[in-house]
């Protein structure tokens, strides 16, 4: 059983799922970063043997948090696309065929670093596609982790991870949710996408993801 945890950030109560994405219950909404569907398809087209079926099992856990939470709104911050070589048929279709399945829900795309190189998807998948920051008071949901004046930011970009250690000398590093002053980062949703040890500030929050659980820890000095 996945167990998310809820947490006050900028005065808003947000949700922090183990599926590594965030709900936002006072506007209804779903946040996604950096899935980076079709990275699978864009090794393959390279010549490395990856498994398939990565962008179904990532939009099966979207669904999961849809039946979750019943979003109204569903916005991925930034990277929805790996690269133009993973644009594909099969890509495409499972997409489209996943957005038929919830018409009554926005979904919106603030286009990343990524997304510019690969594109937007096609008009048949259904995603508006934006540039960033949006403002959502008091959030900016953004691609880039970079402070907006006048708004808290939520963004992706970075796959924050944070190295813990064990009794017995063991170390693992987990992705994480790091909220600083300013800006808080979300971990990357997608699956086939490694992350980043962060660097947190006294005063950072930071929870881990561990498998069906989300835990606060102590980081920085």
Same mark, same amino acid.
Request: proline share 7%; glycine share 10%; aromatic share 8%.
């Given at each position: 059983?996945?167990?998310? $945890?809820?947490?006050?950030?900028?005065?808003?109560?947000?949700?922090?799922?183990?599926?590594?994405?965030?709900?936002?219950?006072? /506007?209804?909404?779903?946040?996604?970063?950096?899935?980076?569907?079709?990275?699978?398809? $864009?090794? /393959?087209?390279?010549?490395?043997?990856?498994?398939?079926?990565?962008?179904?099992? +990532?939009?099966?856990?979207?669904?999961?948090?849809?039946?979750?939470?019943?979003?109204? /709104?569903?916005?991925?911050?930034?990277?929805?696309?790996?690269?133009?070589?993973?644009?594909?048929?099969? $890509?495409?279709? $499972?997409?489209?065929?996943?957005?038929?399945?919830?018409?009554?829900?926005?979904?919106?795309?603030?286009?990343?670093?990524?997304?510019?190189?690969?594109?937007?998807?096609?008009?048949?998948?259904?995603?508006?596609?934006?540039?960033?920051?949006?403002?959502?008071?008091?959030?900016?949901?953004?691609?880039?982790?970079?402070?907006?004046?006048?708004?808290?930011?939520?963004?992706?970009?970075?796959?924050?991870?944070?190295?813990?250690? +064990?009794?017995?000398?063991?170390?693992?590093?987990?992705?994480?949710?790091?909220?600083?002053?300013?800006?808080?980062?979300?971990?990357?949703?997608?699956?086939?996408?490694?992350?980043?040890?962060?660097?947190?500030?006294?005063?950072?929050?930071?929870?881990?993801?561990?498998?069906?659980?989300?835990?606060?820890?102590?980081?920085?000095?």
């Amino acid at each position: 059983m996945s167990l998310p $945890t809820r947490a006050t950030i900028a005065s808003e109560e947000l949700v922090l799922s183990p599926q590594r994405a965030v709900y936002w219950p006072r /506007r209804e909404m779903l946040l996604v970063a950096d899935p980076h569907f079709g990275k699978a398809a $864009t090794f /393959r087209a390279l010549g490395v043997h990856v498994p398939t079926g990565t962008t179904a099992h +990532g939009l099966d856990r979207i669904d999961e948090l849809i039946v979750a939470h019943e979003p109204r /709104r569903v916005v991925f911050l930034g990277d929805f696309l790996h690269a133009r070589e993973g644009r594909n048929a099969s $890509t495409f279709a $499972t997409l489209a065929a996943w957005r038929s399945r919830h018409g009554s829900i926005d979904v919106q795309l603030i286009r990343g670093n990524h997304d510019r190189r690969a594109g937007d998807p096609p008009s048949e998948v259904g995603i508006e596609c934006v540039d960033g920051p949006v403002i959502e008071p008091p959030f900016a949901l953004a691609h880039h982790p970079v402070a907006v004046a006048g708004s808290y930011v939520l963004a992706g970009h970075i796959h924050p991870c944070a190295a813990i250690s +064990g009794a017995a000398r063991q170390h693992v590093r987990l992705s994480c949710f790091w909220f600083g002053a300013e800006v808080g980062v979300l971990p990357a949703f997608g699956e086939f996408t490694g992350c980043a040890s962060i660097e947190a500030r006294r005063g950072d929050r930071v929870w881990v993801v561990a498998e069906d659980y989300v835990i606060p820890v102590t980081v920085g000095e």
